[in-house]
């Protein structure tokens, strides 16, 4: 079974801070894919990031940037230059390519940005 | 702009109802799932479907039923709603990007409220 642990149920920092996020995560799998959501409380899911198993190169999107460690089975996600827009529940989450590709997720890490 | 669209919104029905929360999309993706969200805000997959007339059970047991007649509708449906059905209902779907990227993409959630 495939399984993704956030141990931060809720961090904060001050606006233009940097944060990291963790993530860890179990599979069996050689090639999977990693992820990182973003749902405001508008509830709609947004992809922030993600990072494909076999690449050992971390990804970046503008202020976000993923620290991927293959062995350790950790991928945690840095905001840089923090902003008010980025309060919300971040998600980490695995998907396997084998089978109906699911999606499993993390418990969630709530993230305020405050003035 | 998402593709993939829910109704309701949101829903307040009482103990005993029949429901079903609607879910299209208009990418034409074969793999469909429902994901629900409990007010903890984790995600758990509890159904989801390869392609027309495929309908497989996720990883949280759920009361709930879903079809899949056509590749762009996928209904959920309680036969009788009880409170502990109360939740946010996600769907999404997803393709293989030319990338290499599995993409998946979330409609807005139903928020059903069962009292």
């Known amino acids: 079974a495939q399984t993704v642990t956030q141990s931060q149920p809720e961090m904060s920092v001050q606006e233009a801070e940097t944060v990291t996020l963790s993530c860890t995560y179990d599979?069996?799998?050689?090639?999977?894919?990693l992820f990182w959501y973003k749902q405001p409380p508008s509830r709609q899911m947004i992809l922030v990031i993600r990072q494909e198993a076999y690449k050992q190169q971390n990804a970046t999107e503008n202020r976000f940037s993923v620290n991927f460690q293959k062995a350790a089975k950790s991928f945690s996600l840095k905001i840089s230059d923090s902003q008010l827009g980025d309060t919300a529940m971040y998600f980490c989450?695995?998907?396997?390519?084998?089978?109906?590709?699911?999606?499993?997720f993390g418990q969630g890490t709530r993230l305020t940005i405050n003035p | 702009e998402a593709d993939i669209y829910q109704t309701p919104r949101y829903l307040v029905i009482g103990t005993g109802k029949k429901i079903t929360l609607e879910c299209s999309q208009t990418?034409?993706?074969?793999?469909m799932y429902w994901y629900q969200q409990d007010p903890g805000m984790e995600l758990h997959l509890i159904h989801y479907s390869y392609g027309v007339n495929s309908t497989e059970k996720g990883d949280l047991s759920s009361e709930s039923t879903v079809s899949r007649i056509r590749t762009e509708h996928f209904p959920l449906t309680l036969e009788s709603a009880r409170p502990s059905h109360t939740s946010q209902y996600l769907c999404?779907?997803?393709?293989?990007?030319?990338?290499?990227?599995?993409?998946?993409?979330f409609g807005s959630g139903t928020r059903l409220t069962v009292v």
């Open positions: 599979t069996s799998e050689n090639n999977y894919y």
């Open positions: 989450a695995l998907l396997s390519i084998q089978g109906a590709q699911k999606l499993v």
């Open positions: 990418m034409g993706h074969d793999k």
């Open positions: 999404a779907s997803s393709e293989l990007l030319s990338s290499g990227f599995y993409g998946y993409t």
